[in-house]
Structures are given as structure tokens and as C-alpha cells.
């Protein structure tokens, strides 16, 4: 029970060093909004005929994007606590070991779920309706963070291996940019190059995004739902043993 009092009180430590760092606290909040109305109003019309007919294409997809950049700020946050010495003195404290992670993932989940809620407000004064219930709008929001905290530990492995908090950021918004925007979450997939277009069915930000956009406008979404929930599965998986035994090796180095 003390652990888990532990990891809430450092996930609120997270929380609160936003405020600290106004770039973070942009990208949070300006820059998932400007993507939103970026897209619409510049590619809407090319794409849907009309920017009002895009928006419940468009929505899920930037929520989708948006939760896959947020999760870099994991990786940066662990860096930066790694190589200002704050893990060290964490080791000192009668706290568990893995409660610092917890804290930071956890910590992110609440961010996660902050900027899904800005978006959808936006999208709603922006002319977006809800065609399915609540409850599919829910499980949306849930299925997103679930992926969320699994995509998480490969930002935590990029946090621990990186030399700095600015080679985190690099890395991350390097890898992801092709494999977001190589994606159905802003496009449909027909549109694009047969060659291409396997690739595209495959990648789970599309499977997310089209799980997402079934569940916000109806549609099948179980399939597409279930091999996200795979997807998260498989990454954490891999990505966790691997991010857990690079932090001890890297505390242990000193």
C-alpha cells in the first residue's frame, strides 16, 4: 500500500513539473489543436469534399497521433531525472525501486487522458457529433490509454539509452513522424499506392485509428480493436523486460 502511495505521489511531481516547462505544457495542449485545424481546413477539402465532412475522419486520427507524441515526454522526463542524479537520490529513499517508473508512466496516462478530453471538446465546438454512445466514446478513451501506457516503455528504453534529454526528443519524433503519417489516421488507405498499402494495413497506429474512428462513428471496430489490444500487448511485452533491465544496468554504472 506504501508503494502505491509512493508512485501516486510521484506521478503528481510529474504533473506538476509541467508547469515548469511551458514547451512540454504546448505540446500538450496548442499543438494537438493546431494539428486538428491544420488538417481540416487545409487537406478537408482535397480529401472529403469538404472540411465539415472530414472532421469525424480526421478527429480519431489526431487523437490517435497525438498520444504517440505525448508519450516521448516519458522518455524525456526519465532522461532528465537520470542525468540530473534525481534517480539517485530516489535509490536513497525507502521507496520501491520501481516506483519512480510507475509514477512517470502513470503520470503520463493523466496527461494522455487530458489532451484526449482538449480534443474532443474542440472537435465538438468545431462541429463534431458523437454517431455512436458514451459508452463506445469510453471505450475508445480506454483503448487509447491502454495503448498509450504500453508504447510508453519504448519511450522509457529510449529514455534510459539516450544520451541527453534533447537526443530523446530527436529520436522519438523521428521514429514516429513515418510511422504516424504512414498510417489510415489521416487518409484512406485506398488512396494510396498499392505497394504501400500492406504496410499501411499492418501498422497499429492505423489499426488504433481505425478502431477509434469505428467507435466515435460507428462501424465495425472489433477487429480493428482487438489487434490494437494485440499490438499493446506484444509491445509491452518486449519493451518493458527490455526498458527495466537498461535502467538497472544503467544505475548500476552509475
Known amino acids: 500500500m506504501s508503494g502505491l502511495q509512493q508512485t501516486l505521489t510521484l506521478a503528481w511531481r510529474s504533473l506538476v513539473q509541467v508547469r515548469r516547462n511551458p514547451w512540454e505544457l504546448g505540446d500538450y495542449s496548442i499543438q494537438p489543436i493546431l494539428f486538428l485545424v491544420l488538417f481540416l481546413y487545409v487537406f478537408g477539402g482535397a480529401i472529403a469534399g469538404s472540411p465539415d465532412d472530414y472532421l469525424a475522419f480526421v478527429l480519431p486520427g489526431v487523437i490517435v497521433m497525438n498520444m504517440l507524441?505525448?508519450?516521448?515526454?516519458?522518455?524525456?522526463?526519465?532522461?532528465?531525472?537520470?542525468?540530473?542524479?534525481v534517480f539517485d537520490r530516489f535509490r536513497a529513499l525507502p521507496i520501491p525501486r520501481w516506483a519512480p517508473?510507475?509514477?512517470?508512466?502513470?503520470?503520463?496516462?493523466?496527461?494522455?487522458?487530458?489532451?484526449?478530453?482538449?480534443?474532443?471538446?474542440?472537435g465538438?465546438?468545431?462541429?463534431?457529433?458523437?454517431a455512436t454512445s458514451v459508452v463506445h466514446?469510453?471505450?475508445?478513451?480506454?483503448?487509447?490509454?491502454?495503448?498509450?501506457v504500453a508504447f510508453s516503455w519504448v519511450m522509457v528504453l529510449v529514455g534510459v539509452m539516450a544520451r541527453d534529454p534533447?537526443?530523446?526528443?530527436?529520436?522519438?519524433?523521428?521514429a514516429l513522424f513515418p510511422v504516424t503519417f504512414v498510417s489510415?489516421?489521416?487518409?484512406?488507405?485506398e488512396?494510396?499506392?498499392?505497394?504501400?498499402?500492406?504496410?499501411?494495413?499492418?501498422?497499429?497506429v492505423s489499426l488504433l485509428a481505425d478502431a477509434a474512428r469505428a467507435l466515435m462513428n460507428g462501424g465495425p471496430a472489433a477487429a480493428p480493436a482487438s489487434w490494437s489490444l494485440l499490438w499493446a500487448l506484444g509491445i509491452a511485452l518486449v519493451?518493458?523486460?527490455?526498458?527495466?533491465?537498461?535502467?538497472?544496468?544503467?544505475?548500476?554504472?552509475?
Open 101 to 122: 517508473l510507475a509514477g512517470r508512466i502513470l503520470a503520463d496516462v493523466v496527461k494522455q487522458a487530458l489532451c484526449i478530453a482538449l480534443l474532443l471538446v474542440v
Open 239 to 254: 519493451f518493458a523486460p527490455l526498458s527495466v533491465y537498461a535502467l538497472n544496468r544503467r544505475l548500476a554504472r552509475g
Open 166 to 174: 534533447e537526443h530523446v526528443q530527436l529520436f522519438g519524433f523521428t
Open 124 to 130: 465538438y465546438l468545431l462541429g463534431f457529433r458523437l
Open 137 to 148: 466514446l469510453l471505450g475508445m478513451i480506454l483503448l487509447v490509454l491502454v495503448f498509450a
Open 184 to 189: 489510415s489516421a489521416f487518409v484512406p488507405v
Open 69 to 85: 507524441f505525448v508519450t516521448v515526454y516519458v522518455g524525456h522526463g526519465l532522461n532528465t531525472d537520470l542525468t540530473k542524479g
Open 191 to 204: 488512396t494510396m499506392p498499392e505497394w504501400l498499402q500492406g504496410f499501411v494495413y499492418a501498422n497499429p
